[in-house]
């Protein structure tokens, strides 16, 4: 069983930055692909960015060149740079294992990028 719990988010102008933490209760090292997904008030939740536990990344297109997503043994976090309205929304952490195919979301931290 593993917990996901969700930080930084907040309220910021267009043009800033913001770094989300997703911690764990447990090591998410070994077999744990990560994946940070959004979904903005009235659009389905979609795909953000992805790490696997080898450290390769990948990207949607809108985010792509403005966020870093990065892990370490328990946490996951995502860099986001050059925010604009198109990016408020609720963020989500997501953890699935590739052997056991267990998955796990966090409660989600709100984003709002206004001025």
């Known amino acids: 069983q593993v917990q996901l719990v969700e930080s930084g988010g907040g309220l910021v102008q267009p043009g800033g930055s913001l770094r989300l933490s997703c911690a764990a209760s447990?090591?998410?090292?070994?077999?744990?692909?990560m994946t940070w997904y959004r979904q903005a008030l009235g659009n389905q939740r979609d795909l953000v960015a992805t790490?696997?536990?080898?450290?390769i990344t990948d990207y949607a297109d809108s985010v792509k060149g403005r966020f870093t997503i990065s892990r370490d043994e328990n946490t996951v976090y995502l860099q986001m740079n050059s925010l604009n309205s198109e990016d408020t929304a609720v963020y989500y952490c997501?953890?699935?294992?590739?052997?056991?195919?267990?998955?796990?979301w966090g409660q989600g931290t709100q984003v709002t990028v206004s001025s």
């Open positions: 997501y953890a699935r294992n590739r052997l056991t195919r267990e998955t796990y």
């Open positions: 447990g090591s998410i090292f070994s077999f744990y692909t």
């Open positions: 790490i696997t536990s080898g450290g």
